[in-house]
């Protein structure tokens, strides 16, 4: 039986972390185990600007811990007002390495999103011009769109149209989290690449409604069947490069996550290499690890892997219920909290 397994360090395509004192208690979670992550701009006030990308990233930087190798990598809000000049500036300087679609109201920070999808032709026909990459939050929201059907009427009404009208425009479905997704991810390869996070490999509706209401379990796309959950974890551990990993660790402060009116996202950093271990040990395919974790996101970014490496044991442990966050009594939850973890990052 494996019970250690060395691979290419990893990298997060898909990641908040936050500002202020939140930035600072989440960022080492990440910055310990992965060497680069893209941070999603969906901030209070959104990354909008190369200008405001700029200062972000030197607050990144300042919350790092000493000593720290881990790179930032930047995304740009898109909304219906985004100057293409803007974004070609920030990439060709290595501010930006790619631009965000958040639908208007799609989840968390999103109102600033793109309302009109007219209004953004310009810029997807300039970053195909320049190979700069769109990642989509891949919803469609709609009084007449059932919230489990979102990203399948996204794919329906606007990515498939996208593959045809900007063939040479590079693109990530990101947080896949139905059989569609999945399938159409593979269809539209390798033009189009998806992250999955390990909550939708590990979670089905079931367990996050069906015995009790699990807040914890609350994230945007949400969680789907049993069937979905099992195309995504033959997706995941396929090896097939056009899917790679984005955990989509999403920390809210305590009481905003269990209110009334609660907030999605799932805070899974502290557990999320464990969590993708599980699971393809669970599907027999730790051989394909690495591929999911380290080599086929780099590709399809166009960017080299990264050069150390990390060991993975199976060795149990637990995780915290929850973190401190410098402030008023805050603190959020943890996904997975206060379970036995089965793989541990070591080294
Ligand atoms: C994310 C967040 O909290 O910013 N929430 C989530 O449910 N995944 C935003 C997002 O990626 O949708
Ligand atoms: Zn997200």
Redesign the pocket.
Known sequence: MTTRITIRRPDDW?L?VRDGEMLKAVLPYTAKEFGRAIL?P?LVPPVRTREDAVAYRARVMAALPAGSRFTPLLACYLTDETDPDDVERGFRDGVFTAVKL?PAN?????AAGVSDYRKITRVLERLEKIGMPFLM?GEEVGADIDIFDREKVFIERRLSKWVKEFPGLHMVL??LSSKDGADFVKSAAPQVGGTITPYHLNLTRTDWLGAGLKPMM????VIKTACDREALRKAATSGAACYFLGT?S?P?PFARKIAING????FNAPVALATYAKVFEEEGALDKLEAFTSLNGPKHYRLPPNEDKIVLEKSPWTAPVEIKVAGADERTLVYRGGETIEWKVVE
């Not at 799609?106 to 999103?110: F, H």
């Not at 907030?263 to 799932?266: H, L, N, Q, R, S």
């Open positions: 898909h908040h999603m969906n958040y799609a989840t968390t920070n999103s939050h990101e947080h609350y994230a945007m796309p989509d999403a809210h907030v999605p996202g799932i």
